[in-house]
């Protein structure tokens, strides 16, 4: 069972099976190889890449706002619907040129030319019934994003890093979300399946040719994506050339460490392993401190990123952000830079996401419920600066311990 269950869940979500060997058989030659066979030959530490990850989203908030992948989604969810008529476009921003929609942008092109740089792109289509959850799987975290505020990403790790309660209280939706969504994975391998089963096909083996197209396509990708921000600027819209540049950096480090907050809420209930909890635990630390440091001195708003979902919003919201994310195989930027490996499953999870989330706002401020979510609480109105910033820290402390004996123990995993 165990084996089956792991078939299912990273059928549609792992590398394709490209080895560090075939990449430095076929790597570019010349001085820059070591360097090349060091970044793109291996995976990148996950400890590593949180902290990298944790001090890009201090970076980005010091620059104009936190990072947060539902906001960028929704515009493409948005423009679709102006497109094909339901939606009113009277403040609709392109997505060329909407800083959330630029940011994901930028993401899907770094974790794109990553994946082509160490070899690893390849169209995968998985089974229908793989691509049925995902669609499913993005729908519910489009919705669950409206009601929270955010996603994991900007309603949970960076709605927290900015000492918001709802940060706080959408965490605890996630963790259930998360086990539900686990629990309900274990009953369809028991009782359903055949639904995840037969019919995967993948287009392009990694690491099969010696003609070495991915890796220059890689570094076309990249350069194209430096030239497309320098562009931007020079025609004045340097807010969107800066977050295009953050996004395809986000991109990158995703790639290459594949960390994803999804394995960080889901992997120790199922296998035990707590690398990537402990990853989020440091990388959100990091990101709070600094996020902490640009409020107290007055260098962004203290009221930035605080969002009014707490209780109800950001509760309901991460329960079903949690268990769609599960079904789709990648959190709030993880069905992103997947997508950008080749994942067929996280195109459709993407897509469903964009609609759900669209569709969901429009129906929540039709019925004008959307200011009904919740209340905005910023902790340090409760505990002030330093009891705020102990707290978060030891939520995360103990959350990083949590993990740890939990990998040792195996007390709570369900394989």
């Not at 400890?47 to 906001?71: C, E, I, K, Q, Y």
């Not at 960076?158 to 979300?177: E, P, T």
């Amino acid at each position: 069972m165990k084996n089956r269950v792991l078939s299912i869940q990273r059928r549609a979500a792992r590398p394709a099976a490209s080895s560090e060997l075939d990449i430095a058989r076929h790597g570019p030659a010349g001085p820059g190889r070591a360097l090349y066979d060091h970044l793109f030959g291996q995976r990148w530490s996950v400890m590593g890449s949180s902290l990298a990850l944790g001090a890009m989203n201090v970076f980005l908030f010091a620059f104009d706002r936190p990072w947060t992948a539902s906001d960028g989604v929704r515009n493409w969810g948005d423009a679709f619907l102006h497109r094909v008529g339901v939606l009113d476009g009277g403040d609709l921003v392109s997505p060329w040129l909407y800083l959330g929609s630029l940011l994901n942008l930028g993401l899907l092109a770094g974790a794109f030319g990553a994946a082509l740089l160490s070899r690893e792109f390849a169209v995968r289509i998985a089974p229908a019934g793989e691509l049925l959850k995902g669609g499913l799987g993005g729908l519910l975290m489009g919705i669950g994003s409206v009601l929270a505020f955010g996603c994991n990403i900007g309603g949970f790790f960076s709605a927290l890093s900015a000492l918001s309660l709802s940060g706080l209280v959408m965490m605890i939706g996630l963790g259930i979300g998360a086990y539900a969504g686990l629990r309900y994975v274990l009953w369809e391998v028991e009782h359903w399946p055949g639904l995840s089963e037969g019919g995967a096909r993948r287009f392009g083996v990694p690491g099969s040719t010696r003609i070495g197209w991915q890796p220059a396509t890689g570094v076309f990708v990249l350069v194209l994506a430096l030239l497309g921000a320098l562009a931007y600027d020079e025609s004045g819209y340097t807010p969107q050339g800066g977050f295009l540049l953050f996004g395809v950096t986000f991109g990158v480090i995703l790639q290459r460490s594949r960390f994803c907050l999804v394995r960080a809420f889901r992997e120790p209930f199922m296998t035990g392993d707590g690398e990537h909890t402990r990853g989020a635990a440091l990388a959100l630390v990091a990101s709070m401190v600094g996020c902490s440091i640009l409020k107290f001195t007055n260098l962004k708003d203290p009221g930035d990123w605080v969002f009014p979902g707490c209780w109800v919003g950001a509760l309901f919201g991460g329960l079903l952000f949690g268990f769609g994310m599960v079904l789709a195989g990648g959190c709030g930027a993880g069905v992103i830079w997947r997508a950008g490996e080749g994942h067929v499953k996280l195109w459709v999870a993407v897509g469903m996401f964009a609609l759900g989330a669209s569709s969901t706002r429009l129906l929540l401020t039709w019925l004008d419920l959307l200011d009904r979510l919740g209340v905005a609480v910023f902790l340090p109105s409760i505990v002030g600066w330093g009891g705020a910033m102990l707290l978060v820290g030891a939520l995360m402390a103990a959350w990083y311990v949590f993990a740890t004996w939990n990998e040792q123990s195996r007390t709570f995993s369900l394989l």
